[in-house]
């Protein structure tokens, strides 16, 4: 007669699940990479950008970004002609875990080849919209849209579920880290300052737009992930908090249902219950730790 798993067995298995799904198969090899020190990385330690970026809500704020980026008819074009998230939703956050922990974590060395395949893969991503505009990866007004998107999603979901919350000045300071980045990829005057985010995400509204590609885009994501069933559990725990944290108008934009009792009461504290279940499961929080 079989025993039952232990704790640990349950732990080490989730552990293995969503490094495997979200820091991808080779989980250990690009450790082993990031905990290489025999050159600095772009930050110190004690940065704020590496206190964000090691947190577990960062697999809710990086389905946030995805969401809120498709709002852009152009950038969302990219996505569509260029991306094969029908076919891997897990891909794009696996992709942005890779980029963040290796330019927040990651040598000088390792970071710099992280943008550059960054830089290399814009340089094949470009086409007309479906309106007939001509877009480009690698259009700093674009990059500019994708960048804000991102940062805002971070902080604003680590500032909700996070385990350590930064205060404004920390806050502030992590946005001014995260240009550091943003320059290297081409964009010319990032926000240094969580009020230049906010007002820079602000300068974007008009362009925004509710389109087929847009909303098509959410449903299946949200709703429609071709994905086992042990995979869509925790996708889906993700998702719905990622859509809890969204700002109203992006949710009647991607025509997803605004329930306040909802909200309150069940979407808002689904969020802290998967953020620690994830955090528990890894170990330390960090998106590429192993457990102990």
């Not at 559990?233 to 009647?252: G, M």
């Amino acid at each position: 007669m079989s025993s039952l798993p232990s704790r640990d067995d349950i732990r080490l298995a989730l552990a293995d699940a969503l490094r495997n799904r979200v820091v991808g198969p080779d989980a250990d090899t690009k450790l082993a990479m990031l905990n290489d020190t025999s050159e600095p990385g772009w930050f110190a330690e004690d940065r704020p950008i590496r206190r964000v970026h090691a947190d577990a809500s960062m697999f809710i704020g990086g389905m946030r970004a995805i969401l809120l980026q498709s709002l852009h008819p152009l950038a969302m074009a990219g996505v569509a002609q260029h991306s094969d998230y029908r076919n891997d939703p897990w891909g794009r956050l696996q992709r942005t875990a890779d980029f963040l922990a290796a330019t927040s974590f990651g040598s000088d060395r390792v970071a710099q080849q992280a943008v550059d395949r960054v830089l290399s893969v814009h340089t094949r991503v470009h086409g007309t919209a479906a309106d007939g505009r001509a877009y480009s990866a690698q259009d700093p007004h674009l990059l500019l849209w994708v960048h804000v998107v991102e940062i805002d999603s971070f902080l604003h979901v680590h500032q909700l579920f996070g385990e350590s919350p930064l205060n404004q000045d920390g806050r502030d300071a992590y946005v001014e880290d995260t240009a550091v980045i943003a320059r290297k990829l081409g964009i010319p005057s990032p926000p240094t300052s969580e009020k230049e985010l906010q007002d820079q995400l602000r300068s974007f509204r008009p362009e925004l737009a509710s389109t087929r590609n847009s909303r098509d885009a959410a449903k299946y994501l949200l709703l429609q992930p071709p994905l086992s069933l042990p995979e869509r559990v925790p996708y889906s725990l993700i998702a719905t908090a990622a859509i809890a944290t969204l700002p109203r108008w992006a949710r009647a934009d991607l025509r997803l249902l605004w329930l306040p009792l909802t909200e309150r009461f069940a979407l808002r504290p689904m969020g802290a219950v998967i953020t620690r279940t994830i955090r528990w499961a890894i170990g330390d929080g960090k998106l590429d730790a192993t457990a102990d």
